[in-house]
């Protein structure tokens, strides 16, 4: 097992080394430059400030002064956001889409975990075309509407809850919900499908030729295996929401790090996209390696040497 | 047992963000939505109208705005112009502080200025400072900061020497990037004297807190010359560049001023709230810039044609809805000697000169048509017209083209781009026509003109080069006479405004809400000036 994480590390720096490098051509082959703006800059202005972000050094040379910065774990100077370097925006931001993510995630998967298995269970009675009726339902409907919704009626008209805004925890409800709501669906359908798949295997017939109950075969060994599918799900998933939503950021005011994505690219804010990529990369990275160590876990097929 | 620990992380992680107890007092707090998160709070580095919101609270220039937005007096308690118009002496209060208790004296001031000229600065505003004599050649580095044209007595005098008479140059002192700066501060903390911890401001209002994508927290400055007049004990500015998102923490009153509307919702808006619901005419322009170096556009007559067929009453009516006035001129009508020179028709050969905006729609269609057919001009590829990805600029691209096509038969093709690649094409000049909008960035229309003077490079977007235009320009910078001085920049606009370079389509508007519990002190200002300072609210 230690090998096994040990190896995947290892294997990871060539890795985040081709995000850094095609990122870092990529974004600066998009047209437009970090201070184009409505107002053109008197040249020797753009030239300053080329200076200064050492944007008049050739190429190559800027990417071995970025790759030199990140080994030191400096992801150098915001271009857009003078007063912060991209280390503090990240991690001012992380923690925020951290905590929405990573509750969200959660109790997607113990409420999806739980409606699948139901269905499952009740395959093709009506609590099962209830759930997988509300599950598909969950995915067709985007965040962008989802969230807009949620905060009309439960914010304005109802006023139970703050439409937008960071601090108390009456602020992270809306935006869990809207978060938590689509990931229940893939989660239910995931887990039904599988759990339908399992319980028509062999040693499941085993379990119930040995006389087991019902209740321990589910729970020692369909669901074991059933949630195989759902955790390869979970890690990328995981990663991706912990990493913070573009659309539920903006919706909700919410202070994380989906946004600076976006933003970033926007205003060709070079360290900025590069610092939040390379962040996304190892988080990724990460958790592709907490799903192959909980296949270790959970699924008796396979061993690690 | 696996599900028990499930439930026991779900309950820790719930416990951790049960914090920030709910704090009840009854302080006058003003909450303002404020466009987009701040690229910074020095003063050299900004760009936009977020930071000027955020600086004009937090510190003082020489001048400063009333409530609707004209000059007074700030730091500076009185002024001297000399005979030549070229000296301009400031005589500092010396009542006013920073917020570390330390005067604010002219040797702040000197020191801001320098700072900026410095090329290690690299700071978006020069062009401001730029009447200032050596500013430029200090840009340049062929001059030392120290060579820049201001001059302080160590006290409370500051003596400014300037190029040529500049009449607006102290609307220049007003702006944001001409406040003082605390030398110290600066100095010491290097990149990071912005930082709460460290700032030291002189303007009504301190900086508390500022955490990026959230708010920027202000409260009162106890140790400012004129702490009595303000009514407010901090103000919070919120980054919220969704306006659906702002319209809707207006309602539940979460903020009580917004900083825009949802374009689409302004005729709702103003039926559902009429006392919120604020519409200021700002000195500011959107036009589109034909593309004069280019084929058909080189062309003065296909140009003309084009600027008459459109029905601007028609556009800003039924395609913007937003209050917007129709435009014939490219600067804006505002207080003052300047009279805006309007685009003039000729209905026939031999009658006067008219203003166009004078005829009715169908009078202008004619002569379009009349003068297009004299142009020679033949459809090849169609016009492509290029704007930047936003769902107001396509209504009104889709407007023109359904315009020009119908009256003249043209046939447009419209693109749309992303911001940033939107301005390397402009910068190019690959297409035919642009839409560009201009927001003032001090009151004088100078600051409007000086875009179509030849030597303007990328700003001159219509690549318009016209002689008789840039003397006219050139002699109204070194008028010393107020009076002549206008007469020379109108007669620049007016000469602009019969070439045709650009087709002004209407004057800009800031809509956007203010809640009732602000009572006083938010009024209209062209220059989009709203200190909160003057305001007052209930709570």
């Known amino acids: 097992m230690l090998r096994l994480i040990l190896n995947r590390i290892l294997g990871a720096i060539p890795t985040l080394f081709v995000i850094i490098g095609i990122s870092f051509f990529m974004i600066r082959m998009a047209?437009?430059?970090?201070?184009?703006?409505?107002?053109?800059?008197?040249?020797?202005?753009?030239?300053?400030?080329?200076?200064?972000?050492?944007?008049?050094?050739?190429?190559?040379?800027?990417?071995?002064?970025?790759?030199?910065?990140?080994?030191?774990?400096?992801?150098?100077?915001?271009?857009?956001?003078?007063?912060?370097?991209?280390?503090?925006?990240?991690?001012?931001?992380?923690?925020?889409?951290?905590?929405?993510?990573?509750?969200?995630?959660?109790?997607?998967?113990?409420?999806?975990?739980?409606?699948?298995?139901?269905?499952?269970?009740?395959?093709?009675?009506?609590?099962?075309?209830?759930?997988?009726?509300?599950?598909?339902?969950?995915?067709?409907?985007?965040?962008?509407?989802?969230?807009?919704?949620?905060?009309?009626?439960?914010?304005?008209?109802?006023?139970?809850?703050?439409?937008?805004?960071?601090?108390?925890?009456?602020?992270?409800?809306?935006?869990i919900i809207a978060l938590t709501l689509p990931q229940i669906a893939y989660i239910a359908r995931l887990t039904r499908g599988s759990m339908i798949e399992v319980l028509r295997s062999n040693y499941i017939r085993t379990a119930k030729a040995k006389g087991l109950p019902e209740r321990v075969?589910?729970?020692?060994?369909?669901?074991?295996?059933?949630?195989?599918?759902?955790?390869?799900?979970?890690?990328?998933?995981?990663?991706?929401?912990?990493?913070?939503?573009?659309?539920?950021?903006?919706?909700?005011?919410?202070?994380?790090?989906?946004?600076?994505?976006?933003?970033?690219?926007?205003?060709?804010?070079?360290?900025?996209?590069?610092?939040?990529?390379?962040?996304?990369?190892?988080?990724?990275?990460?958790?592709?390696?907490?799903?192959?160590?909980?296949?270790?876990?959970?699924d008796p097929k396979v061993r690690y040497e | 047992m696996k599900i028990n620990k499930i439930f026991i992380l779900a309950a820790v992680l719930s416990q951790v963000v049960v914090n920030a107890p709910q704090i009840l007092c009854a302080e006058k707090i003003l909450k303002r939505g404020n466009g987009a998160e701040p690229q910074s709070l020095d003063t050299h580095k900004t760009s936009g109208v977020p930071e000027s919101n955020i600086l004009g609270d937090l510190a003082e220039g020489l001048l400063s705005v009333s409530s609707n937005g004209t000059m007074i007096p700030g730091v500076a308690e009185k002024w001297e112009v000399s005979e030549d118009g070229k000296t301009y002496t400031f005589f500092l209060r010396e009542s006013a502080k920073w917020s570390n208790g330390d005067p604010v004296t002219a040797d702040d001031f000197v020191y801001?200025?320098?700072?900026?000229?410095?090329?290690?600065?690299?700071?978006?505003?020069?062009?401001?400072?730029?009447?200032?004599?050596?500013?430029?050649?200090?840009?340049?580095?062929?001059?030392?900061?120290?060579?820049?044209?201001?001059?302080?007595?160590?006290?409370?005098?500051?003596?400014?020497?300037?190029?040529?008479?500049?009449?607006?140059?102290?609307?220049?002192?007003?702006?944001p990037c001409m406040f003082p700066l605390h030398q110290k501060t600066v100095e010491t903390h290097g990149d990071k004297w912005t930082r709460p911890e460290n700032f030291v401001s002189n303007g009504a209002f301190i900086l508390e807190e500022w955490s990026p994508q959230l708010h920027v927290k202000l409260k009162k400055n106890p140790k400012y010359w004129d702490a009595s007049s303000v009514k407010l004990d901090g103000v919070i500015f919120y980054p919220i560049d969704d306006r659906q998102a702002e319209l809707k923490r207006f309602k539940t009153g979460d903020i009580h001023i917004t900083r825009m509307v949802p374009a689409d919702q302004i005729e709702t808006l103003k039926a559902q709230m009429p006392n919120n619901y604020r519409s200021t005419p700002m000195y500011?322009?959107?036009?589109?810039?034909?593309?004069?170096?280019?084929?058909?556009?080189?062309?003065?007559?296909?140009?003309?044609?084009?600027?008459?067929?459109?029905?601007?009453?028609?556009?800003?009516?039924?395609?913007?809805?937003?209050?917007?006035?129709?435009?014939?001129?490219?600067?804006?009508?505002?207080?003052?000697?300047?009279?805006?020179?309007?685009?003039?028709?000729?209905?026939?050969?031999?009658?006067?000169?008219?203003?166009?905006?004078?005829?009715?729609?169908?009078?202008?269609?004619?002569?379009?048509?009349?003068?297009?057919?004299?142009?020679?001009?033949?459809?090849?590829?169609?016009?492509?017209?290029v704007f930047n990805t936003d769902e107001n600029h396509k209504k009104i691209a889709i407007a023109l083209s359904g315009m020009w096509k119908s009256v003249l038969g043209v046939e447009t093709e419209l693109t749309n781009k992303e911001w940033k690649v939107y301005l390397a094409a402009r910068e190019k000049r690959d297409y035919e026509l642009y839409r560009q909008v201009w927001r003032a960035d001090y009151n004088d229309p100078n600051?409007?003109?000086?875009?179509?003077?030849?030597?303007?490079?990328?700003?001159?977007?219509?690549?318009?080069?016209?002689?008789?235009?840039?003397?006219?320009?050139?002699?109204?910078?070194?008028?010393?006479?107020?009076?002549?001085?206008?007469d020379y920049l109108m007669g620049a606009e007016k000469q602009m405004m019969s070439d045709f370079p650009i087709i002004p389509l209407y004057y800009f508007v800031e809509n956007n809400l203010v809640s009732d519990k602000v009572l006083s002190g938010y009024e209209g200002s062209a220059m989009g000036y709203h200190l909160s300072k003057w305001i007052d609210i209930t709570e």
């Open chain 1, 31 to 175: 047209p437009g430059g970090p201070f184009d703006q409505e107002r053109q800059l008197p040249e020797e202005i753009i030239a300053n400030l080329n200076k200064v972000y050492h944007l008049d050094e050739p190429l190559y040379q800027q990417f071995g002064r970025y790759l030199w910065g990140i080994l030191q774990g400096d992801f150098g100077p915001s271009f857009q956001y003078k007063d912060h370097t991209v280390s503090e925006l990240i991690f001012q931001g992380f923690p925020v889409s951290l905590k929405i993510g990573g509750i969200a995630i959660v109790l997607a998967a113990i409420i999806g975990i739980f409606l699948g298995t139901i269905a499952a269970l009740r395959q093709n009675t009506r609590v099962d075309y209830l759930i997988m009726g509300f599950s598909m339902t969950g995915i067709t409907i985007p965040s962008f509407v989802m969230a807009p919704l949620l905060s009309l009626v439960i914010g304005v008209y109802l006023r139970l809850l703050p439409v937008g805004g960071w601090g108390d925890l009456k602020h992270m409800v809306l935006p």
């Open chain 1, 217 to 298: 075969i589910l729970a020692r060994h369909a669901l074991r295996g059933a949630l195989l599918p759902v955790v390869s799900y979970l890690g990328p998933a995981t990663a991706g929401i912990i990493t913070g939503s573009v659309v539920i950021e903006k919706i909700f005011g919410i202070p994380g790090i989906g946004r600076f994505f976006v933003l970033g690219a926007l205003n060709r804010d070079y360290t900025l996209v590069m610092g939040v990529v390379v962040f996304y990369g190892i988080i990724i990275i990460l958790f592709n390696l907490i799903v192959d160590i909980l296949y270790g876990i959970l």
């Open chain 2, 112 to 175: 801001a200025w320098r700072r900026m000229v410095d090329p290690k600065t690299a700071s978006n505003w020069t062009f401001i400072i730029s009447p200032v004599v050596n500013a430029a050649d200090i840009g340049k580095g062929v001059k030392k900061i120290e060579e820049l044209g201001v001059k302080s007595d160590r006290k409370y005098k500051l003596v400014v020497t300037l190029n040529a008479p500049t009449p607006y140059f102290l609307s220049l002192v007003s702006h």
């Open chain 2, 284 to 385: 500011s322009s959107y036009y589109y810039s034909f593309n004069n170096t280019k084929a058909p556009f080189d062309n003065p007559k296909v140009r003309q044609a084009l600027a008459l067929a459109v029905d601007r009453e028609k556009l800003v009516k039924q395609v913007t809805k937003g209050d917007e006035k129709p435009a014939y001129s490219m600067v804006p009508p505002a207080p003052g000697d300047y009279t805006p020179q309007e685009i003039q028709c000729r209905l026939s050969d031999t009658s006067d000169l008219v203003p166009c905006k004078s005829l009715t729609q169908s009078q202008r269609e004619a002569l379009s048509k009349k003068i297009f057919a004299e142009s020679g001009y033949k459809q090849g590829e169609p016009i492509r017209i």
């Open chain 2, 447 to 486: 600051t409007f003109l000086i875009l179509l003077k030849s030597d303007s490079g990328a700003d001159n977007t219509a690549g318009y080069f016209s002689k008789a235009y840039d003397d006219l320009m050139i002699k109204g910078a070194a008028s010393k006479d107020l009076k002549e001085r206008m």
